[in-house]
Every structure is written in C-alpha cells, then in structure tokens.
DNA sequence: AACTGTTGCAACCGCCGATGG
DNA sequence: ACCATCGGCGGTTGCAACAGT
C-alpha cells in the first residue's frame, strides 16, 4: 500500500502548536466532538494532519489531564506497573488517571530509570519485592517474567513443585499505596481445564465477585477471572505469571497454595 | 557574559491491528 | 480474501530551558 505523504508535503504545518491553533482545536471538539481525526482538521480549519490534532489533544489539551509533577505515589505506581506490565504505556496510563501515555514514558526515561538505577548503585539497592537491576534489564528484554525474584524484603521464594500445576515462586512487594502479589507458575494455562476456572468463579468470595472481570484472551477467555488491576501474561511455552492486586491478594495466595507444599502466607 | 553540555518534554515517525467495503 | 483507511501505540527526535564552566 503506498503510505501518505506527511505532513509537510501536503502543505501541512508540523511542529509546536500555537495557543490559537489549541483554541481552535478546543473549540471544535467542544462544538463537534472528535468523530474522525482525518476531516477534524479541515473542518476546523487547522493546517495540521489529523493526527497530529489527535496527538495534542489527547496529551496536552484534554480536560482531564493532570498537570504538573508526579507525585511520589504515582512514580512508584508507574514503577510497579511497569514491572508487570512492560513498556505498555498506554496500560500504564490506564491506571492512573489524568495521566497520558507519552507523559508516562517522558517520566520513565527521565527520571525513574535513574531512580531506579541509583537504587541499584546504593546499599538500598532493593525495592520493596523488585530488585532494581531487574528493572533495567527487563526494559532491554521486555516481559520475561520469569526470571526470578527470590532475594527482596517480602519475597518468598517456593521450590518449584512436582505437579507442573502448582505455584513456583509467591512474592510480594509493596510501596506507600500499592501492594500486589506476584505469582510465577510453571503451569501452562493454555491447559487449565474447565473445571478449574468454574471453581475459581463459584469460590466463596463475595468480595473478589466484583472484582471479576472476564477479560478477551486466547487463553481462557470465558473463563478466565481477572481483577481490575490484576494482568495475565503468557511469557512463553510452558509458563505463565498471575499478577494480582491488594484487593484480591488473600483470594488468589489462597487459591494457588491450597495444594500445600508452600510457606505460610506472607504478612500482607 | 559567553559558551558548552545536559535535561526534560512536546511532537513526530513508523508500524500494527481493527474495521469496513 | 484482499485492500484501503483509520486510530492507537511505542520508539525516537528536536529543541528550549537550564546548569556548569
């Protein structure tokens, strides 16, 4: 398929926007709303492409958007986040509100992975449950959760059982205003048969019931329970990670130690 | 004050998946 | 099934502001 000409050849302007294209733009999306990005900006009469009126508005004009710095608690959610989730930075941005994906990854790369970094060249070189160095490495090696986490504050590492469908390793981490609870399986949940999900969705919980979310996976897709803040990864052939949040943490330590063969449930 | 190096952030680029004809 | 188009994403760049000499 041949691409469009950019911008410039279209005559279109790039670069800073000026306070009265932002108006303009503003004003369109208050009058019209944004149906289509491609005609926004000839219907506004905007010499920009439209994505370009896409980017400003979503990272910089929108009503919603936080400004300003990020607070400690926030760097330390994106910390955590970005250790489940990889460079995902839209996922990221998901959760925290006000928040745009490209503020995200500015902040990332300017301030956090040398915070984290620092972290590692300091006694102090372990966060809470994530070892700083992991980090950085993950970023060269994006998502491979597998790599184990045995030597934090709040990590207890399991050997990894006979039954390839039990837990191998339950670690914990915590920071001001998240905790979660990491939990490395060598189970392939490709495999996981009905019967284990049905008995995950009638357990008797009736506070992980509104956190169910059946979410879109070519895993288990009708039956596979997910809290809002909890993510599924598959990392490769034979093993996969359940990330859950705060709020479920007892729920799923429950439900992946029942088989015994584990430590006792860590001080959460 | 002038120059140089560094930092932070807004914006761009290219790719990909979804969608519809 | 194929192709065109669009929106969205992550990586990267350009440049203004700032810090250091």
């Known amino acids: 398929m041949v691409r469009a000409p950019c911008c410039e050849k279209m005559g279109l302007k790039k670069g800073p926007w000026t306070p009265e294209e932002d108006q303009i733009l503003i004003n369109y999306i208050k009058l019209y709303g944004h149906g289509n990005w ?19 508005w ?13 607070t400690r608690e926030e760097e330390d959610t994106i910390i955590n986040l970005h250790e489940m989730l990889g460079n995902r930075w839209s996922a990221i941005a998901a959760r925290l509100p006000g928040r745009t994906d490209n503020e995200i990854k500015n902040v990332w790369h300017t301030h956090l992975k040398k915070r984290l970094k620092q972290n590692h060249g300091s006694n102090d070189n372990k ?22 986490v045995t030597d934090s504050p709040g990590c207890r590492p399991v050997s990894p059982p006979e039954s390839s469908s039990e837990v191998s390793t339950v670690t914990t981490s915590e920071n001001n205003s998240n905790m979660c609870m990491k939990i490395e399986t060598h189970q392939d949940f490709s495999e996981i048969d009905e019967n284990f999900w049905s008995e995950v969705l009638s357990a008797d919980n009736s506070s992980m019931a ?6 879109g996976s070519d895993l288990q897709p009708q039956y596979l329970p997910i809290s809002p803040l909890a993510t599924f990864e598959p990392v490769n052939d034979y093993g996969s990670n359940l ?26």
């Open 210 to 215: 509104s956190d169910f979310q059946v979410v």
């Open 243 to 268: 990330y859950v949040s705060d709020t479920n943490m007892d729920f799923w330590y429950n439900l992946f130690t029942r088989a015994g063969d584990l430590p006792e449930q860590p001080e959460i």
């Open 127 to 148: 966060r809470q449950g994530i070892d700083s160095s992991q980090d950085i490495k993950k970023e060269q090696e994006p998502v491979n959760f597998l790599s184990p």
């Open 58 to 70: 979503t990272n910089y004009l929108r009503p919603d958007i936080k400004r300003g710095n990020f």
């Open 38 to 56: 491609r005609a926004l900006p000839k219907q506004a009469g905007l010499l920009r492409c439209g994505k370009s009126c896409r980017l400003r």
